[in-house]
């Protein structure tokens, strides 16, 4: 099954601090964009696994939704494909 939801990217020193607001339950960090990128493909992955069922139906919103919320930050949608058998 195909999850794609936009995380919120924070400048911090040398890295970032990611959150998907969408989604309650966890916020990751990363050192340099692309390591912060796998650390949000992780925690989405993460959070979908354990709280499908709680979770499946959420909505993500629109990045721009989300930039007009986090003007200082980056939005970038991540996407994750989960095996169905991780989600029974």
Known sequence: MNFRFPAV???EDDGY???FPDL???????IG???????????????MIYNYYN???VKPS?????????PNDLI??????????YLK
């Open 17 to 19: 601090n990611v959150d």
């Open 76 to 85: 970038i949608m991540i996407n994750v494909n989960i095996a169905d058998r």
């Open 62 to 70: 629109s990045v721009e939704e989300l930039k007009k919320k986090y």
């Open 55 to 57: 979770v499946r139906d």
């Open 33 to 47: 964009m692309p390591n912060s990128i796998y650390m949000a493909k992780d925690l989405l992955r993460t959070l």
């Open 9 to 11: 990217f924070n400048k």
């Open 24 to 30: 309650i339950g966890g916020y990751t960090c990363g």
